[in-house]
Nanobody, 126 residues
Framework: QVQLVESGGGLVQAGGSLRLSCAAS????????MGWFRQAPGKDREFVGS????????YYADSVKGRFTISRDNAKKMVLLQMNSLKPEDTAVYYC???????????????????WGQGTQVTVSS
């Protein structure tokens, strides 16, 4: 079992940067592919990106490609989401999630994830 806790959210001006962290508990963190999702007010939760078990592979939604970067440190049981060139439309609650499927690290669907954090708010002002 994995417990996830996000941090690092806040208020930032458009064009600025934020780095979100997701701290995981549990002894088998490296066996989980990890994903980031976000949910804006009145909208469905959407996929942001995912990272493979070793961190060697990443995949991003088109809306964030080239601006966001996901990385992980298995020794520290952390997943990071570096967000640059932020836009007002990036405003949302951001969630990290863990996927226990050992055959698939590219997982853009919510149903593919077994564990979720509580989320952290990111607000981008114009």
């Amino acid at each position: 079992q994995v417990q996830l806790v996000e941090s690092g959210g806040g208020l930032v001006q458009a064009g600025g940067s934020l780095r979100l962290s997701c701290a995981a508990s549990g002894r088998t963190f490296s066996r989980y592919a990890m994903g980031w999702f976000r949910q804006a007010p009145g909208k469905d939760r959407e996929f942001v990106g995912s990272i493979s078990w070793s961190g060697g592979n990443t995949y991003y939604a088109d809306s964030v490609k080239g601006r966001f970067t996901i990385s992980r440190d298995n020794a520290k049981k952390m997943v990071l989401l570096q967000m640059n060139s932020l836009k007002p439309e990036d405003t949302a609650v951001y969630y990290c999630a863990a996927n226990s499927d050992t055959t698939r690290w590219y997982a853009p669907e919510l149903s593919e994830y077994d564990y979720w954090g509580q989320g952290t708010q990111v607000t981008v002002s114009s």
